[in-house]
Nanobody
Framework: QLQLVESGGGLVQAGGSLRLSCAASGRTFSSEVMAWFRQAPGKGREFVGISWSGLVTYYADSVKGRFTIIRDNAKNTVYLQMNSLKPEDTAVYYC?????????????????WGQGTQVTVSS
């Protein structure tokens, strides 16, 4: 099993920055595909970004150039650095791990999730 705990959400003004953390335990973290998703009120869980094979990352077009995934395998933690935040980034952010057989860009391909952390961006 993989346990995930997110932290770092909060309220920020548009244009500001936040760093989310996802601390993992229970499995060999360095080999895990770790992904960030978000869910705004009334919407489905949306892919944000992903980290695999150590340094490889990929982002949704909506956050590319503004968000960065940073992975610290020594601390079993993956971070989501969010810059130039916009009101449309407001959502609950989740980290996911334990990728199954489906697409790594779909939330239902992951077996393990953190509890989520709220990010609210005011205009």
């Amino acid at each position: 099993q993989l346990q995930l705990v997110e932290s770092g959400g909060g309220l920020v003004q548009a244009g500001g920055s936040l760093r989310l953390s996802c601390a993992a335990s229970g499995r060999t973290f360095s080999s895990e595909v770790m992904a960030w998703f978000r869910q705004a009120p009334g919407k489905g869980r949306e892919f944000v970004g992903i980290s695999w094979s150590g340094l490889v990352t990929y982002y949704a077009d909506s956050v590319k150039g503004r968000f960065t995934i940073i992975r610290d395998n020594a601390k079993n933690t993956v971070y989501l650095q969010m810059n130039s935040l916009k009101p449309e980034d407001t959502a609950v952010y989740y980290c996911g791990g334990g990728l199954g057989g489906g697409s790594r860009y779909r939330h239902d391909s992951y077996h393990y999730w953190g509890q989520g952390t709220q990010v609210t961006v005011s205009s």
